[in-house]
Protein backbone atom coordinates (compact mmCIF):
# COMPACT_ATOMS: atom_id res chain seq x y z
CA UNK A 1 0.00 0.00 0.00
CA UNK A 2 1.31 3.13 -0.57
CA UNK A 3 2.52 5.43 2.23
CA UNK A 4 -0.29 8.42 0.95
CA UNK A 5 -2.95 5.79 1.18
CA UNK A 6 -1.78 4.41 4.54
CA UNK A 7 -1.40 8.04 5.92
CA UNK A 8 -5.10 8.60 4.70
CA UNK A 9 -6.14 5.80 6.84
CA UNK A 10 -3.64 6.50 10.15
CA UNK A 11 -4.27 10.23 9.89
CA UNK A 12 -7.03 11.48 7.89
CA UNK A 13 -10.96 11.29 9.21
CA UNK A 14 -12.67 10.16 5.83
CA UNK A 15 -14.94 7.96 8.27
CA UNK A 16 -17.74 9.25 6.32
CA UNK A 17 -16.75 8.34 2.70
CA UNK A 18 -17.41 4.59 1.74
CA UNK A 19 -14.32 4.03 0.93
CA UNK A 20 -11.42 7.03 -0.21
CA UNK A 21 -10.85 5.85 -4.58
CA UNK A 22 -7.61 3.82 -4.22
CA UNK A 23 -5.55 7.12 -6.58
CA UNK A 24 -3.37 8.76 -5.17
CA UNK A 25 -3.42 11.92 -7.62
CA UNK A 26 -0.02 13.24 -8.58
CA UNK A 27 -1.28 16.05 -11.18
CA UNK A 28 -3.30 17.13 -14.07
CA UNK A 29 -3.92 18.96 -16.64
CA UNK A 30 -6.95 20.19 -18.77
CA UNK A 31 -8.97 16.83 -18.52
CA UNK A 32 -6.18 14.30 -17.71
CA UNK A 33 -5.74 13.51 -13.98
CA UNK A 34 -2.53 11.38 -13.48
CA UNK A 35 -1.24 9.39 -10.53
CA UNK A 36 1.89 8.80 -8.67
CA UNK A 37 2.74 6.08 -10.82
CA UNK A 38 2.25 7.68 -13.87
CA UNK A 39 -1.06 6.71 -15.28
CA UNK A 40 -3.35 8.75 -16.73
CA UNK A 41 -7.27 9.06 -15.83
CA UNK A 42 -9.48 10.90 -18.12
CA UNK A 43 -11.42 13.29 -15.43
CA UNK A 44 -15.32 13.42 -16.51
CA UNK A 45 -16.25 14.23 -13.15
CA UNK A 46 -13.59 17.44 -12.30
CA UNK A 47 -13.23 16.96 -8.63
CA UNK A 48 -16.94 17.63 -8.10
CA UNK A 49 -17.58 19.89 -10.58
CA UNK A 50 -14.98 22.50 -10.07
CA UNK A 51 -12.02 22.71 -12.69
CA UNK A 52 -14.36 23.93 -15.54
CA UNK A 53 -12.03 25.73 -17.10
CA UNK A 54 -9.76 22.39 -17.13
CA UNK A 55 -7.20 21.47 -14.39
CA UNK A 56 -4.43 23.79 -13.64
CA UNK A 57 -5.35 25.88 -16.65
CA UNK A 58 -1.95 27.93 -17.28
CA UNK A 59 -3.36 31.22 -17.60
CA UNK A 60 -5.54 30.68 -14.06
CA UNK A 61 -1.97 29.40 -12.42
CA UNK A 62 -0.13 32.29 -14.32
CA UNK A 63 -2.89 34.78 -12.18
CA UNK A 64 -2.29 33.01 -8.90
CA UNK A 65 1.11 32.62 -9.08
CA UNK A 66 1.63 37.00 -10.53
CA UNK A 67 -0.75 37.55 -7.24
CA UNK A 68 1.34 34.99 -4.65
CA UNK A 69 3.95 36.83 -5.29
CA UNK A 70 2.61 40.18 -4.04
CA UNK A 71 0.00 39.46 -1.98
CA UNK A 72 -1.12 36.51 -0.33
CA UNK A 73 -3.91 37.46 2.42
CA UNK A 74 -4.64 41.13 4.27
CA UNK A 75 -8.54 40.48 5.39
CA UNK A 76 -10.00 41.84 2.02
CA UNK A 77 -12.87 43.35 4.30
CA UNK A 78 -10.35 45.32 6.94
CA UNK A 79 -8.26 46.40 3.62
CA UNK A 80 -8.85 47.00 0.17
CA UNK A 81 -7.36 44.56 -2.09
CA UNK A 82 -7.22 45.06 -6.08
CA UNK A 83 -8.18 41.55 -6.92
CA UNK A 84 -11.53 41.69 -5.12
CA UNK A 85 -12.36 45.11 -6.07
CA UNK A 86 -11.73 43.32 -10.13
CA UNK A 87 -13.09 39.91 -9.52
CA UNK A 88 -16.27 41.61 -7.84
CA UNK A 89 -16.65 44.44 -11.09
CA UNK A 90 -16.59 41.41 -12.98
CA UNK A 91 -19.26 39.40 -11.23
CA UNK A 92 -21.42 42.14 -11.75
CA UNK A 93 -20.86 42.51 -15.54
CA UNK A 94 -21.95 38.51 -15.84
CA UNK A 95 -24.23 38.06 -13.39
CA UNK A 96 -28.10 38.08 -14.33
CA UNK A 97 -29.43 41.67 -14.35
CA UNK A 98 -29.12 43.97 -11.22
CA UNK A 99 -27.20 42.01 -9.07
CA UNK A 100 -24.13 44.23 -8.86
CA UNK A 101 -22.50 43.37 -5.22
CA UNK A 102 -20.32 40.52 -4.30
CA UNK A 103 -19.72 39.06 -1.18
CA UNK A 104 -16.74 36.77 -1.20
CA UNK A 105 -16.55 33.83 1.22
CA UNK A 106 -14.56 30.47 0.71
CA UNK A 107 -16.58 27.66 0.06
CA UNK A 108 -20.00 26.46 -1.23
CA UNK A 109 -22.36 26.20 2.61
CA UNK A 110 -20.28 29.21 3.99
CA UNK A 111 -22.03 31.36 1.13
CA UNK A 112 -25.41 29.82 1.37
CA UNK A 113 -24.88 30.88 5.10
CA UNK A 114 -24.24 34.46 4.14
CA UNK A 115 -27.53 34.60 1.18
CA UNK A 116 -29.43 32.90 4.48
CA UNK A 117 -28.71 35.63 6.50
CA UNK A 118 -29.00 38.68 4.10
CA UNK A 119 -32.58 37.35 3.05
CA UNK A 120 -33.66 37.45 6.38
CA UNK A 121 -31.90 40.93 7.13
CA UNK A 122 -33.56 42.44 3.95
CA UNK A 123 -36.99 41.02 4.26
CA UNK A 124 -36.99 41.05 8.09
CA UNK A 125 -38.83 37.32 7.49
CA UNK A 126 -37.52 34.58 9.13
CA UNK A 127 -38.99 30.94 7.05
CA UNK A 128 -37.51 29.07 4.22
CA UNK A 129 -39.00 27.25 1.61
CA UNK A 130 -36.86 24.59 -0.20
CA UNK A 131 -36.76 21.47 -2.43
CA UNK A 132 -37.15 17.67 -2.14
CA UNK A 133 -34.09 16.24 -3.21
CA UNK A 134 -32.19 19.48 -2.70
CA UNK A 135 -27.94 19.77 -1.30
CA UNK A 136 -26.82 22.90 -0.32
CA UNK A 137 -24.06 22.18 2.11
CA UNK A 138 -22.51 20.46 5.14
CA UNK A 139 -23.33 23.16 7.67
CA UNK A 140 -26.06 23.39 9.63
CA UNK A 141 -27.94 26.01 8.15
CA UNK A 142 -27.30 24.62 4.92
CA UNK A 143 -28.23 21.17 6.30
CA UNK A 144 -31.33 22.78 7.58
CA UNK A 145 -32.45 23.68 3.84
CA UNK A 146 -31.75 19.97 2.11
CA UNK A 147 -34.14 18.28 1.25
CA UNK A 148 -32.59 14.75 1.58
CA UNK A 149 -31.99 12.76 4.57
CA UNK A 150 -28.95 10.42 2.97
CA UNK A 151 -27.14 13.93 3.93
CA UNK A 152 -28.74 14.81 7.24
CA UNK A 153 -29.22 11.64 8.94
CA UNK A 154 -27.62 11.82 12.67
CA UNK A 155 -27.58 15.32 12.59
CA UNK A 156 -31.19 16.78 13.41
CA UNK A 157 -32.99 18.07 14.72
CA UNK A 158 -32.48 20.99 12.17
CA UNK A 159 -33.40 24.64 12.17
CA UNK A 160 -37.13 25.47 12.47
CA UNK A 161 -38.88 27.54 10.02
CA UNK A 162 -38.11 25.50 6.90
CA UNK A 163 -40.60 23.92 4.53
CA UNK A 164 -40.02 21.44 1.10
CA UNK A 165 -41.84 22.17 -1.82
CA UNK A 166 -41.56 18.94 -4.41
CA UNK A 167 -38.60 18.74 -6.46
CA UNK A 168 -39.60 19.59 -10.40
CA UNK A 169 -38.34 15.78 -11.23
CA UNK A 170 -39.96 14.46 -14.41
CA UNK A 171 -38.97 11.21 -14.89
CA UNK A 172 -40.06 10.43 -11.28
CA UNK A 173 -42.96 12.71 -10.96
CA UNK A 174 -46.93 11.74 -11.95
CA UNK A 175 -46.16 13.84 -15.07
CA UNK A 176 -42.98 11.56 -16.71
CA UNK A 177 -44.56 12.18 -20.21
CA UNK A 178 -45.73 15.91 -19.95
CA UNK A 179 -42.92 18.03 -18.14
CA UNK A 180 -44.44 21.43 -18.43
CA UNK A 181 -47.66 20.15 -16.45
CA UNK A 182 -44.69 18.29 -13.96
CA UNK A 183 -43.14 22.53 -14.08
CA UNK A 184 -46.64 23.87 -13.66
CA UNK A 185 -47.83 21.75 -11.20
CA UNK A 186 -44.34 21.72 -8.73
CA UNK A 187 -44.50 25.46 -9.04
CA UNK A 188 -48.22 25.52 -7.97
CA UNK A 189 -47.22 23.63 -4.95
CA UNK A 190 -44.73 25.74 -3.57
CA UNK A 191 -48.14 28.16 -3.06
CA UNK A 192 -49.56 25.22 -1.26
CA UNK A 193 -46.53 24.90 1.06
CA UNK A 194 -46.57 28.72 1.92
CA UNK A 195 -50.14 28.29 3.10
CA UNK A 196 -50.10 25.06 4.74
CA UNK A 197 -46.51 24.64 6.17
CA UNK A 198 -45.40 28.50 6.87
CA UNK A 199 -46.40 31.00 9.26
CA UNK A 200 -46.30 33.48 6.32
CA UNK A 201 -43.55 34.74 7.09
CA UNK A 202 -41.05 33.60 4.62
CA UNK A 203 -37.93 35.46 3.89
CA UNK A 204 -36.62 33.48 0.47
CA UNK A 205 -37.28 29.99 -1.83
CA UNK A 206 -33.84 28.61 -2.35
CA UNK A 207 -33.14 26.43 -5.54
CA UNK A 208 -30.21 24.67 -7.53
CA UNK A 209 -31.49 25.87 -10.75
CA UNK A 210 -30.27 22.75 -12.46
CA UNK A 211 -30.34 20.13 -9.10
CA UNK A 212 -26.82 18.05 -8.82
CA UNK A 213 -26.30 16.09 -5.79
CA UNK A 214 -30.01 15.08 -5.98
CA UNK A 215 -29.34 13.46 -9.43
CA UNK A 216 -28.89 16.08 -12.09
CA UNK A 217 -32.12 17.14 -12.02
CA UNK A 218 -33.27 20.03 -15.04
CA UNK A 219 -36.42 21.35 -14.32
CA UNK A 220 -38.84 21.74 -17.00
CA UNK A 221 -38.19 24.75 -19.08
CA UNK A 222 -41.34 26.62 -17.90
CA UNK A 223 -40.52 26.12 -14.32
CA UNK A 224 -39.43 29.00 -12.78
CA UNK A 225 -41.33 31.45 -14.56
CA UNK A 226 -44.04 29.97 -12.43
CA UNK A 227 -42.40 29.40 -9.50
CA UNK A 228 -41.60 33.47 -9.80
CA UNK A 229 -45.21 34.05 -10.05
CA UNK A 230 -45.87 32.17 -7.11
CA UNK A 231 -43.21 33.87 -4.99
CA UNK A 232 -43.96 37.64 -6.21
CA UNK A 233 -47.24 36.93 -4.84
CA UNK A 234 -46.26 36.59 -1.62
CA UNK A 235 -43.37 38.58 -1.48
CA UNK A 236 -40.70 35.75 -1.10
CA UNK A 237 -37.32 36.29 -2.82
CA UNK A 238 -35.66 33.99 -5.04
CA UNK A 239 -31.97 32.28 -3.73
CA UNK A 240 -30.73 30.60 -6.87
CA UNK A 241 -28.00 27.93 -5.35
CA UNK A 242 -25.59 28.03 -8.64
CA UNK A 243 -22.43 26.05 -6.37
CA UNK A 244 -22.56 23.33 -8.56
CA UNK A 245 -24.39 24.54 -11.88
CA UNK A 246 -22.53 28.15 -12.67
CA UNK A 247 -19.59 29.25 -14.27
CA UNK A 248 -20.47 28.08 -18.08
CA UNK A 249 -21.02 24.29 -16.68
CA UNK A 250 -24.61 23.78 -18.24
CA UNK A 251 -23.86 25.85 -21.31
CA UNK A 252 -24.70 29.62 -20.14
CA UNK A 253 -22.39 31.62 -17.96
CA UNK A 254 -24.93 30.49 -15.19
CA UNK A 255 -28.05 27.89 -15.13
CA UNK A 256 -30.74 30.06 -14.14
CA UNK A 257 -30.20 31.90 -17.60
CA UNK A 258 -31.87 28.73 -19.19
CA UNK A 259 -35.62 29.73 -17.71
CA UNK A 260 -35.46 33.15 -18.31
CA UNK A 261 -36.03 34.58 -14.06
CA UNK A 262 -33.97 36.57 -12.67
CA UNK A 263 -33.04 35.49 -8.65
CA UNK A 264 -32.67 38.03 -5.97
CA UNK A 265 -28.99 36.64 -4.89
CA UNK A 266 -27.18 34.33 -6.74
CA UNK A 267 -24.62 31.79 -4.73
CA UNK A 268 -21.68 30.46 -6.45
CA UNK A 269 -18.64 28.46 -5.41
CA UNK A 270 -16.77 25.20 -7.19
CA UNK A 271 -16.08 26.37 -10.77
CA UNK A 272 -15.67 29.90 -9.33
CA UNK A 273 -11.82 29.70 -9.40
CA UNK A 274 -11.06 26.78 -11.11
CA UNK A 275 -10.15 24.60 -8.25
CA UNK A 276 -9.24 27.70 -6.05
CA UNK A 277 -11.42 27.71 -2.61
CA UNK A 278 -13.64 30.74 -3.31
CA UNK A 279 -17.44 31.20 -2.91
CA UNK A 280 -19.58 34.32 -3.60
CA UNK A 281 -22.92 35.43 -3.26
CA UNK A 282 -24.11 38.18 -5.67
CA UNK A 283 -27.42 40.69 -4.83
CA UNK A 284 -29.02 43.78 -5.90
CA UNK A 285 -27.88 46.97 -4.44
CA UNK A 286 -30.57 47.47 -1.88
CA UNK A 287 -30.62 44.05 -0.95
CA UNK A 288 -26.77 44.12 -0.31
CA UNK A 289 -27.47 47.31 1.76
CA UNK A 290 -29.47 45.19 4.21
CA UNK A 291 -25.83 44.31 6.01
CA UNK A 292 -25.51 46.94 8.83
CA UNK A 293 -22.06 46.78 10.63
CA UNK A 294 -21.36 43.71 12.58
CA UNK A 295 -23.28 41.67 10.46
CA UNK A 296 -21.34 39.26 8.63
CA UNK A 297 -17.67 38.82 7.78
CA UNK A 298 -14.83 36.25 6.69
CA UNK A 299 -11.35 36.78 7.85
CA UNK A 300 -10.19 34.41 4.25
CA UNK A 301 -13.25 35.34 2.49
CA UNK A 302 -12.25 37.65 -0.68
CA UNK A 303 -8.21 35.98 -0.65
CA UNK A 304 -6.30 37.97 -3.11
CA UNK A 305 -4.64 34.68 -4.67
CA UNK A 306 -8.50 33.10 -5.54
CA UNK A 307 -10.07 36.70 -6.44
CA UNK A 308 -7.05 37.16 -9.04
CA UNK A 309 -7.53 32.72 -10.35
CA UNK A 310 -10.59 33.53 -10.29
CA UNK A 311 -10.70 36.94 -12.73
CA UNK A 312 -8.23 35.02 -15.15
CA UNK A 313 -10.63 31.72 -14.84
CA UNK A 314 -13.72 34.16 -15.90
CA UNK A 315 -11.96 36.01 -18.46
CA UNK A 316 -10.70 32.56 -20.53
CA UNK A 317 -14.21 31.36 -20.17
CA UNK A 318 -15.19 34.49 -22.37
CA UNK A 319 -12.77 34.50 -24.37
CA UNK A 320 -12.93 30.69 -25.37
CA UNK A 321 -16.59 31.01 -25.24
CA UNK A 322 -16.58 27.72 -22.84
CA UNK A 323 -20.73 27.94 -22.37
CA UNK A 324 -20.88 28.01 -26.02
CA UNK A 325 -18.74 24.75 -26.11
CA UNK A 326 -20.27 22.91 -23.09
CA UNK A 327 -23.28 23.60 -24.52
CA UNK A 328 -22.12 21.50 -28.11
CA UNK A 329 -19.92 19.10 -26.22
CA UNK A 330 -22.93 18.39 -23.83
CA UNK A 331 -25.37 18.06 -26.50
CA UNK A 332 -23.02 15.47 -28.57
CA UNK A 333 -22.17 13.40 -25.43
CA UNK A 334 -26.08 13.21 -24.53
CA UNK A 335 -27.15 12.14 -27.98
CA UNK A 336 -24.54 9.19 -28.29
CA UNK A 337 -25.71 7.95 -24.31
CA UNK A 338 -29.41 8.26 -25.81
CA UNK A 339 -27.94 5.91 -28.88
CA UNK A 340 -26.85 3.88 -25.83
CA UNK A 341 -30.30 4.02 -24.02
CA UNK A 342 -32.00 2.72 -26.98
CA UNK A 343 -29.84 -0.76 -26.86
CA UNK A 344 -29.85 -1.09 -22.56
CA UNK A 345 -32.96 -0.95 -20.47
CA UNK A 346 -30.30 -0.27 -17.68
CA UNK A 347 -30.40 3.02 -18.95
CA UNK A 348 -34.09 4.71 -17.56
CA UNK A 349 -33.33 8.08 -18.63
CA UNK A 350 -30.71 10.43 -19.92
CA UNK A 351 -30.49 14.26 -18.71
CA UNK A 352 -28.80 17.33 -18.26
CA UNK A 353 -27.55 20.50 -19.42
CA UNK A 354 -24.40 21.05 -21.31
CA UNK A 355 -21.52 19.32 -19.57
CA UNK A 356 -24.06 18.39 -16.23
CA UNK A 357 -25.14 14.96 -17.50
CA UNK A 358 -26.94 12.50 -15.60
CA UNK A 359 -27.47 9.28 -16.71
CA UNK A 360 -30.21 7.16 -14.09
CA UNK A 361 -29.89 3.68 -14.08
CA UNK A 362 -33.08 1.76 -13.39
CA UNK A 363 -33.87 -1.73 -13.05
CA UNK A 364 -37.10 -2.28 -14.47
CA UNK A 365 -40.32 -0.57 -15.41
CA UNK A 366 -41.10 0.42 -12.11
CA UNK A 367 -37.83 2.59 -12.15
CA UNK A 368 -36.82 0.68 -9.17
CA UNK A 369 -33.13 2.19 -8.77
CA UNK A 370 -30.05 0.34 -9.79
CA UNK A 371 -27.62 1.81 -7.41
CA UNK A 372 -25.45 -1.07 -6.92
CA UNK A 373 -25.02 -1.16 -10.78
CA UNK A 374 -24.23 2.54 -11.03
CA UNK A 375 -21.59 1.84 -8.38
CA UNK A 376 -20.28 -1.60 -10.15
CA UNK A 377 -20.51 0.88 -13.33
CA UNK A 378 -17.89 3.67 -11.75
CA UNK A 379 -15.68 1.26 -10.29
CA UNK A 380 -15.97 -0.67 -14.00
CA UNK A 381 -14.70 2.74 -15.73
CA UNK A 382 -11.96 3.91 -13.13
CA UNK A 383 -10.07 0.80 -13.62
CA UNK A 384 -10.64 1.04 -17.33
CA UNK A 385 -8.89 4.74 -16.67
CA UNK A 386 -12.17 6.96 -16.84
CA UNK A 387 -13.29 8.86 -13.80
CA UNK A 388 -17.36 9.52 -13.02
CA UNK A 389 -19.37 10.21 -10.29
CA UNK A 390 -22.13 8.50 -8.75
CA UNK A 391 -25.01 10.38 -7.08
CA UNK A 392 -29.10 10.90 -7.16
CA UNK A 393 -31.19 10.48 -4.38
CA UNK A 394 -31.35 6.78 -4.73
CA UNK A 395 -27.67 6.60 -5.98
CA UNK A 396 -28.10 5.33 -9.23
CA UNK A 397 -27.30 8.72 -11.24
CA UNK A 398 -24.07 8.30 -13.43
CA UNK A 399 -22.71 11.81 -12.87
CA UNK A 400 -20.72 13.07 -16.47
CA UNK A 401 -19.60 16.28 -15.39
CA UNK A 402 -15.86 16.71 -17.32
CA UNK A 403 -13.93 19.64 -17.25
CA UNK A 404 -15.40 22.00 -20.50
CA UNK A 405 -12.36 21.85 -22.58
CA UNK A 406 -12.72 18.30 -23.28
CA UNK A 407 -12.28 17.43 -26.43
CA UNK A 408 -14.78 15.10 -28.41
CA UNK A 409 -11.91 12.48 -29.08
CA UNK A 410 -12.30 12.30 -24.86
CA UNK A 411 -15.72 12.02 -25.00
CA UNK A 412 -15.93 9.30 -27.59
CA UNK A 413 -13.51 7.33 -25.24
CA UNK A 414 -15.44 8.52 -22.23
CA UNK A 415 -18.50 6.89 -23.77
CA UNK A 416 -17.28 4.04 -25.43
CA UNK A 417 -15.56 2.85 -21.46
CA UNK A 418 -19.24 3.41 -20.37
CA UNK A 419 -20.53 1.16 -23.29
CA UNK A 420 -18.03 -1.54 -21.82
CA UNK A 421 -18.61 -0.98 -18.14
CA UNK A 422 -22.58 -1.17 -18.99
CA UNK A 423 -22.07 -4.65 -20.93
CA UNK A 424 -19.93 -5.56 -17.61
CA UNK A 425 -22.93 -4.78 -15.11
CA UNK A 426 -26.15 -5.39 -17.19
CA UNK A 427 -28.04 -7.85 -15.50
CA UNK A 428 -30.54 -10.39 -17.93
CA UNK A 429 -33.34 -7.69 -18.81
CA UNK A 430 -35.91 -7.73 -16.26
CA UNK A 431 -38.68 -6.15 -18.33
C1 LIG B 1 -25.68 22.99 -5.12
C2 LIG B 1 -24.65 22.97 -4.03
N1 LIG B 1 -24.71 23.89 -3.05
C3 LIG B 1 -23.79 23.93 -2.07
C4 LIG B 1 -22.78 23.00 -2.01
C5 LIG B 1 -21.77 23.05 -0.90
O1 LIG B 1 -20.54 23.49 -1.38
P1 LIG B 1 -19.19 23.22 -0.55
O2 LIG B 1 -18.94 21.76 -0.58
O3 LIG B 1 -18.15 24.03 -1.29
O4 LIG B 1 -19.45 23.76 0.83
C6 LIG B 1 -22.68 22.03 -3.01
C7 LIG B 1 -21.60 21.00 -2.98
O5 LIG B 1 -21.63 19.99 -3.62
C8 LIG B 1 -23.65 22.00 -4.04
O6 LIG B 1 -23.61 21.09 -5.01
Not at 140 to 163: D, E, H, Q
Request: proline share 6%; aromatic share 8%.
Amino acid sequence: MSDTIQKYKDYVMTGFMKSVTPIVVDHASGAIVTDVNGREYLDCFSGISVVNAGHNNPEVIAAAKAQMDKLVHCASYVYHAQPVADLAEKMAQIAPRGLTKTFFGNGGAEAIEGALKLARLFTGKHEFIALHASFHGRSWGALSITGNWGRKKRGGPYAPGVAFAPAPYSYRSLWRDDPEECGRQCARAIGEVVRFATSNDVAAFIAEPVMGEGGIIVPPPNYFKEVKKVLDQYGILFIADEVQSGFARTGKMFAIEHFGVVPDILVTAKGIADGFPLSAFTARPEIAAAYKPGDHLSTFGGNPVSCAASLANIRYMERENLPTRARETGDYAMSKLRELQKQNPLIGDVRGLGLMIGVELVKDEKLTPAAAEAETLRDAMLRQGVLVGVGGIYGNVVRFQPPLVITRQQIDHAISVFAAALQEVAQPATV
